[in-house]
């Protein structure tokens, strides 16, 4: 355990998996994957995110980095808000 409460530890897989953070919080998406998961350009996404109304992209802004929920995006293009 370090001291941030979190300890990283080894599972069958290769991969780490912290130990200790919600998995509301790792489920938070880049702009990178977004934009890899809706086909566009990271530009449009930061330029949905800039705007305001209805049509802005939901998101997270955590210190300057930004984060989406997956669960929002899709209901947001749903609603045919991304346009």
Partial sequence: MTATGIEIVKSSSSLEEPRGCSEYFLELLTVKEVAAALR???????????????????????????????????????RGEAL
């Fill in 40 to 78: 566009v350009p990271p530009s449009w996404v930061y330029e949905r995110v800039r705007r305001r109304g209805k049509d802005r992209m939901p998101h997270l802004k955590i210190g300057k980095y930004l984060r989406f929920r997956w669960s929002e995006i899709r209901t947001w293009v749903d």
